[in-house]
Structures are given as structure tokens and as C-alpha cells.
């Protein structure tokens, strides 16, 4: 598959307001009116998750960073990062990635949601402007420091979406995320609850 070209080309109108929000570190993205308009652009409103009774995936992002946000950055000048955790997540939280000066805005939405006591899968899901992997290696390190400052508990999957539909599913321990939590081999889970 073709690589993203990931310039450090200027912020893009008509965007330009995503990075001016992160960079002010303005935690309150879902305030703007062109949030919602923002989201459904980029992701596809086929996508519902059935770990959030079926919800359109616009809706469980701004639920996400409406609820309990951290403070958003822009990274390199041009890398939104905003995230956050729903009201009623049980310790789940969320990340939204997004290149703004890409005129097709490529955005990531990382979920990681809480399984069983310390037992997480890991979700992500695809703008429509990226049709899968390799993943844009600016997301990956956003990714990454997101989850070391916030992970507590074991990542059991990965799994990527686009489009409303399941990807493929990715080997924790071959994404740098592996886990030492004892002898005890772990069963997988999914995010539908049942075991992988």
C-alpha cells in the first residue's frame, strides 16, 4: 500500500481551526459548532460500536472528549491531538489524531476501552482518507506517548476499522505494546465482549 506523505507543509484552511485550538490547549473541542460538521467529514457515519449500545462513532467521539478531557497540544505545528474519557467508561479513554495540514485531513480515533479489571482492547478507527495501514507514523508516536501516560492495565488487542467495518486485528506485543503480567497465559478479547 502507498505511504501518506506526511510533509511539515503549513496548516491548511479550512482546518486551521482544529490546530489554533490545540494549540491554545483549549480542552473544550466539542464546543466549537464545527466539531460535529468536522466529524462527519472525516469519519464514515455508517460506523456504529456495540460496545456503546450501537452508537454512531461521531456521537462516542464526542462523548469521549466532552466528558473528561485532557489538556489537547499541537505536535510539530501541524498534529492535533485531543483526548479524553466518557462519564460512564468504566476507565476507558480516548484519543483523536489528526494532520491539519493534509488537504484529505487524515484522523485516527484511538479507543481504549476496559475490559475486565486491567484487561484492555485497543480500537482504532479510520478517517475516510486512510484506507488502512501502514499508519501514519506521526499517530504512532501521539499513540504511544498517549498510552504511557495514561495505560493502566494490559492491551489484549488492537483492532482497526474503517468505513463501518472490522480491518484486521493486530498483535499487541508486534506494536511495541507488549505486557509482562506474569506466567498466566491470557485469553483474548474482543471488542464485542466475547473471547477471541
Known amino acids: 500500500m502507498p505511504l501518506i506523505e506526511m510533509s511539515s507543509a503549513p496548516v491548511a484552511e479550512p482546518k486551521a481551526w482544529l ?5 491554545r490547549g483549549a480542552a473544550q473541542v466539542t464546543w466549537d459548532p464545527r466539531f460535529k460538521g468536522f466529524l462527519a467529514d472525516a469519519f464514515s457515519g455508517e460506523c456504529r460500536l456495540q ?24 505536535e510539530l505545528g501541524r498534529y492535533a491531538v485531543f483526548s479524553g474519557a466518557p462519564s460512564y467508561g468504566r476507565g476507558s479513554r480516548g484519543l483523536l489524531w489528526l494532520d491539519c495540514a493534509n488537504a484529505e485531513m487524515p484522523a485516527v480515533f ?7 479489571r486491567v484487561l484492555y482492547c485497543l480500537d482504532l478507527y479510520l478517517s475516510s482518507s486512510l484506507a488502512g495501514p501502514p ?23 488492537i483492532d482497526l ?17 507488549e505486557q509482562d503480567i506474569g506466567s498466566k497465559p491470557l485469553r483474548r478479547f474482543r471488542a464485542s465482549g466475547g473471547a477471541a
Open 51 to 74: 460496545m456503546w449500545d450501537h452508537a454512531p462513532l461521531i456521537d462516542v467521539i464526542t462523548e469521549f472528549l466532552a466528558s473528561c478531557p485532557d489538556k489537547p497540544r499541537l
Open 19 to 23: 490546530a489554533a485550538i490545540a494549540e
Open 135 to 157: 499508519l501514519p507514523p506521526q499517530f504512532l508516536s501521539a499513540l504511544h506517548l498517549w498510552l504511557r501516560s495514561h495505560q493502566a492495565g494490559h492491551i489484549v488487542s
Open 161 to 177: 476499522h474503517n468505513a463501518g467495518r472490522y480491518l484486521l486485528s493486530l498483535d499487541p506485543a508486534h506494536c511495541g505494546l
Open 110 to 116: 484511538a479507543a481504549l476501552i476496559r475490559q475486565r
